[in-house]
């Protein structure tokens, strides 16, 4: 995502530790502290100027959200979004989502959501998609037993790498949707990109993937 550079953005960041986790391994295992309850917590990675998180924190009050978004002058968009809406379940990381493990304790996670990912379409460049097999074990150690990644792209090469990664992998496709917006789905919340895509006709493809039932006697992969 081009943005142009904001360079009052990591100062007003900071500043906002109402909505801004600065030191996001500082609660690794205390997100529920933080929030204040003890509601199920749903990541999303990559949320750039943070429609689709706010939205959903809006939606669902009984679900606490946290944004990941590395490019600070996208990020501070977000926070923009959450100042303005005013929910206490929504809180913001200024870092990279490649680290998620650093940031949450095993299980802590409900839910992954991966919306518009970077597709990386050369493949030499396999290894740095967010569906890489690599990022898929960091998900599963933060997720519940059977914790469920959701997935949202329009590049139809990135969907199809997904899809085999996660059946790799040994999870289960619960549900997917090759053309969204004429499905029948519901409750739909639209990132930035995906309003765009939309509305010049792209195809919109999505997944609901969940990890296999978590037991003593699983082997690592």
């Not at 142009?4 to 997100?31: C, F, H, I």
């Not at 329009?154 to 040994?170: I, T």
């Amino acid at each position: 995502m081009r943005v142009r550079n904001k360079p009052w953005a990591a100062e007003k960041l900071a500043e906002s530790t109402q909505y801004v986790v600065m030191e996001p391994a500082d609660w690794k295992g205390k997100w529920q502290e933080r929030f204040g309850n003890e509601q199920p917590i749903h990541v999303e990675i990559g949320s750039g100027k943070g429609q689709f998180i706010v939205e959903m924190a809006r939606m669902h009050p009984e679900v606490n959200y946290i944004g990941i978004e590395r490019q600070t002058s996208v990020a501070v968009m977000t926070l923009d979004k959450m100042i303005e809406s005013g929910l206490k379940n929504v809180q913001l990381l200024n870092t990279d989502g490649e680290n998620v493990a650093d940031f949450f304790a095993e299980g802590e996670v409900a839910r992954v959501y991966l919306n518009f990912s970077d597709p990386w379409p050369k493949s030499k460049h396999d290894k740095r998609r967010l569906t890489y097999k690599k990022f898929l074990r960091n998900y599963e150690q933060i997720l519940v037993s059977g914790g469920e990644i959701h997935f949202k792209t329009d590049n139809q090469g990135l969907f199809e790498y997904s899809l085999a990664s996660f059946s790799q992998y040994g999870m289960t496709l619960k549900q997917v949707w090759l053309d969204l917006h004429k499905s029948d789905f519901e409750g739909n919340i639209m990132t930035e990109y995906e309003a765009k895509f939309s509305s010049r006709g792209d195809r919109i493809y999505r997944v609901e993937a969940a990890f296999p039932k978590k037991t003593t006697a699983d082997p690592e992969k």
